[in-house]
Protein backbone atom coordinates (compact mmCIF):
# COMPACT_ATOMS: atom_id res chain seq x y z
CA UNK A 1 0.00 0.00 0.00
CA UNK A 2 0.69 3.32 -0.25
CA UNK A 3 0.44 6.39 2.69
CA UNK A 4 1.84 9.64 2.17
CA UNK A 5 2.35 11.66 5.76
CA UNK A 6 2.53 15.52 5.95
CA UNK A 7 4.79 16.98 8.52
CA UNK A 8 5.44 21.03 9.05
CA UNK A 9 2.24 22.64 10.47
CA UNK A 10 1.92 24.08 13.19
CA UNK A 11 0.88 27.99 14.45
CA UNK A 12 2.90 30.78 12.65
CA UNK A 13 2.36 35.04 12.99
CA UNK A 14 1.33 36.52 10.27
CA UNK A 15 4.49 37.24 8.10
CA UNK A 16 5.89 33.85 9.07
CA UNK A 17 7.03 31.19 6.89
CA UNK A 18 6.60 27.66 7.45
CA UNK A 19 7.83 24.64 5.46
CA UNK A 20 5.54 21.60 4.81
CA UNK A 21 6.97 18.07 3.85
CA UNK A 22 5.37 15.20 2.52
CA UNK A 23 6.99 11.75 2.07
CA UNK A 24 5.54 8.85 -0.12
CA UNK A 25 6.52 5.22 1.02
CA UNK A 26 4.79 1.81 0.39
CA UNK A 27 4.64 -0.09 -3.07
CA UNK A 28 5.82 3.12 -5.21
CA UNK A 29 6.91 2.56 -8.79
CA UNK A 30 6.77 6.04 -10.01
CA UNK A 31 4.65 9.29 -9.66
CA UNK A 32 3.37 11.53 -12.08
CA UNK A 33 2.41 14.75 -9.78
CA UNK A 34 2.63 15.53 -6.70
CA UNK A 35 0.25 18.72 -5.06
CA UNK A 36 -0.73 20.27 -2.09
CA UNK A 37 -4.48 21.01 -1.46
CA UNK A 38 -5.79 23.22 1.63
CA UNK A 39 -9.25 23.11 3.14
CA UNK A 40 -10.05 25.71 5.69
CA UNK A 41 -13.80 25.40 7.51
CA UNK A 42 -16.34 25.96 5.72
CA UNK A 43 -14.92 25.93 2.70
CA UNK A 44 -14.06 23.15 -0.12
CA UNK A 45 -10.91 21.95 -0.93
CA UNK A 46 -8.67 23.71 -3.01
CA UNK A 47 -5.57 23.09 -5.26
CA UNK A 48 -2.58 25.59 -3.83
CA UNK A 49 0.08 23.79 -5.35
CA UNK A 50 1.11 21.22 -8.13
CA UNK A 51 4.39 19.99 -9.14
CA UNK A 52 5.05 17.14 -12.29
CA UNK A 53 7.88 14.87 -12.58
CA UNK A 54 9.79 17.44 -15.04
CA UNK A 55 9.52 19.91 -12.58
CA UNK A 56 6.72 22.11 -14.10
CA UNK A 57 4.87 23.88 -11.55
CA UNK A 58 1.43 25.79 -11.26
CA UNK A 59 -0.06 27.43 -8.28
CA UNK A 60 -3.16 28.94 -6.73
CA UNK A 61 -3.33 32.97 -7.62
CA UNK A 62 -4.00 33.57 -4.08
CA UNK A 63 -0.50 32.06 -3.02
CA UNK A 64 1.40 32.77 -6.22
CA UNK A 65 4.77 34.59 -5.35
CA UNK A 66 4.84 33.52 -1.44
CA UNK A 67 4.76 29.66 -1.78
CA UNK A 68 7.13 27.21 -3.75
CA UNK A 69 6.84 23.92 -4.33
CA UNK A 70 9.25 21.75 -4.73
CA UNK A 71 10.78 17.96 -5.01
CA UNK A 72 13.21 16.52 -2.33
CA UNK A 73 16.56 15.55 -2.96
CA UNK A 74 15.19 12.48 -0.89
CA UNK A 75 12.85 9.81 -2.73
CA UNK A 76 8.81 10.66 -3.29
CA UNK A 77 9.34 13.68 -1.49
CA UNK A 78 7.27 16.44 -1.86
CA UNK A 79 7.41 20.25 -0.16
CA UNK A 80 5.88 23.72 0.27
CA UNK A 81 7.67 26.39 1.12
CA UNK A 82 5.10 29.12 2.29
CA UNK A 83 6.42 32.94 2.75
CA UNK A 84 4.36 35.94 4.30
CA UNK A 85 1.87 34.17 5.48
CA UNK A 86 -1.67 35.64 6.01
CA UNK A 87 -4.61 34.83 7.87
CA UNK A 88 -6.66 33.53 5.21
CA UNK A 89 -3.72 30.71 4.53
CA UNK A 90 -5.16 29.17 7.78
CA UNK A 91 -6.48 25.75 6.64
CA UNK A 92 -5.48 21.71 7.21
CA UNK A 93 -3.02 21.54 4.13
CA UNK A 94 -3.10 17.95 2.73
CA UNK A 95 -0.33 16.31 0.33
CA UNK A 96 -1.81 14.61 -2.86
CA UNK A 97 0.03 12.53 -5.01
CA UNK A 98 -0.72 10.07 -8.93
CA UNK A 99 1.22 7.10 -7.85
CA UNK A 100 1.69 3.92 -10.30
CA UNK A 101 2.13 1.03 -7.62
CA UNK A 102 3.80 -1.40 -10.18
CA UNK A 103 5.90 -1.75 -13.76
CA UNK A 104 2.60 -3.57 -14.78
CA UNK A 105 0.24 -1.12 -13.83
CA UNK A 106 -1.68 0.56 -16.28
CA UNK A 107 -2.30 3.45 -15.14
CA UNK A 108 -1.67 6.44 -11.93
CA UNK A 109 -3.52 6.13 -8.96
CA UNK A 110 -4.55 9.05 -6.65
CA UNK A 111 -3.30 9.10 -2.49
CA UNK A 112 -4.13 11.71 -0.33
CA UNK A 113 -2.31 12.64 3.06
CA UNK A 114 -3.91 12.79 6.46
CA UNK A 115 -3.52 16.38 6.65
CA UNK A 116 -1.39 19.23 8.51
CA UNK A 117 -3.11 22.29 10.65
CA UNK A 118 -1.33 25.81 9.37
CA UNK A 119 -3.09 27.94 11.89
CA UNK A 120 -1.36 31.37 11.27
CA UNK A 121 -2.59 34.18 13.81
CA UNK A 122 -1.02 36.49 15.99
Known amino acids: QVQLVESGGGLVQPGGSLRLSCAAS????????MNWYRQAPGMQRELVAAITSGGSTDYAGSVKGRFAISRGNVRNTVYLQMNSLKPEDTAVYYC????????????????WGQGTQVTVSS
Open 26 to 33: GSIFSINT
Open 96 to 111: NAWIKTSSRARGYQEY
